[in-house]
């Protein structure tokens, strides 16, 4: 019988802690991003987005309306993506790409209001930015220093 690989895109609930809990990177993209443990708590404009793969959690993002998207975009509806990642025993499936093509179609519905997704991705995530740029983000020009160097800040319009 063929695996159907259903994905789809959620906001997170409890049932989804225990999996995300136990999600691990390859060290090379540990600097890159954030493990979804790391958000056992968010503020009010935070939405964590589980990404699922036949009903199992197999990545994890953040989905922010808050003050902190004006460091990368002037307009006020937009949001900022953080925290991309894909569970290490499930990468190389095109998770992450089919999430990301599915992101348009899930802001449009969960959050009306919405015009544009920002993002950052390091310099040196070769991948990441590969990614972004297939599913349609476009390199705005601006530079932001993050924790480990210069950050490309890039858009996706809806």
């Known amino acids: 019988m063929e695996r159907t690989n259903y994905l789809e895109l959620k906001h997170f609930s409890g049932e989804h802690m225990d999996i995300l809990n136990s999600f691990e990177l ?34 994890f993002f953040l989905l922010h309306s808050t003050e902190r998207v004006k ?19 499930k990468q190389g499936r095109g998770y992450a790409k089919q999430a990301m093509l599915l992101l348009k179609k899930f802001t449009a519905d969960e959050f009306p209001d919405c015009n544009e997704i920002v993002l ?38 809806l």
């Open 26 to 59: 390859p060290e090379e993209q540990v600097q890159f991003t954030s493990l979804p443990s790391n958000y056992k708590e968010v503020t009010e404009g935070q939405h964590r987005i589980v990404i699922l793969c036949d009903g199992e959690p197999v990545g």
């Open 71 to 89: 460091e990368y975009s002037d307009n006020p509806q937009a949001m900022l993506l953080t925290s991309l990642s894909i569970n290490q025993a």
């Open 120 to 157: 950052a991705v390091n310099y040196k995530n070769i991948a990441a930015q590969k990614l972004y740029v297939k599913v349609g983000y476009q390199d705005t020009g601006r530079r932001k220093m993050g924790p480990i160097g210069e950050q490309f800040i890039m858009n996706l319009m």
